[in-house]
């Protein structure tokens, strides 16, 4: 059985249809059930682009079911998405997470399906990801490797491992309270997890793929990554932020698929290499912590300008 797709849209039709568009491009949509999750105008300057999201995704079709849940109010994306993901494991033990700006190859659906299968019943699988930093993994002989962080961009999960998604400060203190954890965190200190993680318990950001990566870590989780990407981010016209996308932006490769799947274990050879690509940006992890702040306002905020 495929997993049920929910895919998260707010105000931008443009970018929706897209989504969906590629989404159908693969073979596996015909057999997906796909819900899509429409949060609520947060003003009335957005009302008429809301309505015209919710017009187009009345007319989708090319999948197995089509779910439309039009929130009566503006959740946020943090909310929005956390329930709807937590509605859709309680439901169906395991679902496939899009957002309204990403753009999934046709290898994607196959991909996910195929890993949230070999991996059901192993506890330290926690997600399994679509997208990948434009990293070289050379002499890495495998189409996937297990690393110990998580993405918000095209993803999946299972019941078994969403339920230990905590939010709250219990986590950022039990971080906080060992240095050898915070750099852990960090990716040996090359990628600044921790920083976001404290801005968003103080209020400053609202993210709930900050909380659910310190969840997976306070489990010793891993996640499964594809050493090409699968997913590529259409960027947003209503960014609030001026943001470098090259830094985690990579391009498609349409003929690229996972073929096989590796043994659950962290690959420390592809971590060392993607620690490496941290630091090499604009001056090292300053210069990073510049790139994921913005991209963490700007994808994972509550509030769209």
């Given at each position: 059985?495929?997993?049920?797709?929910?895919?998260?849209?707010?105000?931008?039709?443009?970018?929706?249809?897209?989504?969906?568009?590629?989404?159908?491009?693969?073979?596996?949509?015909?057999?997906?059930?796909?819900?899509?999750?429409?949060?609520?105008?947060?003003?009335?300057?957005?009302?008429?682009?809301?309505?015209?999201?919710r017009?187009?995704?009345?007319?989708?079709?090319?999948?197995?079911?089509?779910?439309?849940?039009?929130?009566?109010?503006?959740?946020?994306?943090?909310?929005?998405?956390?329930?709807?993901?937590?509605?859709?494991?309680?439901?169906?033990?395991?679902?496939?997470?899009?957002?309204?700006?990403?753009?999934?190859?046709?290898?994607?659906l196959?991909?996910?399906?195929?890993?949230?299968?070999?991996?059901?019943?192993?506890?330290?699988?926690?997600?399994i990801?679509?997208?990948?930093?434009?990293?070289?993994?050379?002499?890495?002989?495998?189409?996937a490797?297990?690393?110990?962080?998580?993405?918000?961009?095209?993803?999946?999960?299972?019941?078994r491992?969403w339920?230990?998604?905590?939010?709250?400060?219990?986590?950022?203190?039990?971080?906080?309270?060992?240095?050898?954890?915070?750099?852990?965190?960090?990716?040996?200190?090359?990628?600044?997890?921790?920083?976001?993680?404290?801005?968003?318990?103080?209020g400053?950001?609202?993210?709930?793929?900050?909380e659910?990566?310190?969840?997976?870590?306070?489990?010793?989780?891993?996640?499964?990554?594809?050493?090409?990407?699968?997913?590529?981010?259409?960027?947003?016209?209503?960014?609030?932020?001026?943001?470098?996308?090259?830094?985690?932006?990579?391009?498609?490769?349409?003929?690229?698929?996972?073929?096989?799947?590796?043994?659950?274990?962290?690959?420390?050879?592809?971590?060392?290499?993607?620690?490496?690509?941290?630091?090499?940006?604009?001056?090292?992890?300053?210069?990073?912590?510049?790139?994921?702040?913005?991209?963490?306002?700007?994808?994972?905020?509550?509030?769209?300008?």
């Amino acid at each position: 059985m495929t997993a049920p797709i929910a895919l998260f849209v707010y105000r931008r039709p443009g970018y929706t249809r897209r989504a969906v568009e590629a989404l159908k491009a693969n073979p596996e949509a015909a057999v997906s059930p796909l819900h899509v999750f429409s949060d609520g105008a947060a003003s009335v300057q957005h009302e008429p682009a809301v309505r015209e999201v919710r017009e187009y995704i009345r007319g989708i079709d090319g999948f197995a079911s089509i779910n439309i849940i039009e929130r009566d109010r503006n959740l946020g994306l943090a909310k929005s998405i956390v329930s709807g993901v937590t509605q859709l494991c309680r439901d169906h033990g395991r679902v496939i997470v899009v957002e309204d700006d990403l753009i999934v190859s046709a290898g994607f659906l196959d991909y996910m399906n195929g890993a949230l299968d070999r991996y059901a019943d192993d506890e330290r699988v926690m997600q399994i990801a679509g997208h990948m930093f434009p990293v070289s993994f050379a002499g890495v002989r495998s189409d996937a490797v297990f690393l110990p962080i998580t993405t918000s961009w095209g993803w999946a999960t299972w019941a078994r491992a969403w339920r230990y998604m905590t939010q709250g400060r219990e986590l950022y203190d039990w971080i906080a309270d060992s240095e050898s954890r915070r750099r852990q965190f960090d990716a040996n200190g090359s990628f600044p997890y921790f920083e976001m993680l404290e801005k968003n318990v103080e209020g400053q950001i609202s993210s709930w793929a900050i909380e659910w990566y310190a969840s997976v870590f306070r489990r010793k989780g891993m996640t499964l990554f594809p050493v090409r990407t699968l997913v590529s981010n259409t960027g947003d016209e209503d960014a609030t932020h001026s943001v470098r996308p090259e830094f985690w932006a990579s391009q498609l490769d349409p003929e690229f698929r996972v073929r096989t799947f590796p043994a659950p274990e962290i690959n420390g050879r592809a971590m060392g290499m993607l620690e490496r690509y941290f630091r090499s940006r604009d001056g090292g992890r300053h210069g990073v912590g510049r790139y994921l702040k913005n991209a963490f306002d700007r994808f994972t905020a509550t509030i769209r300008a």
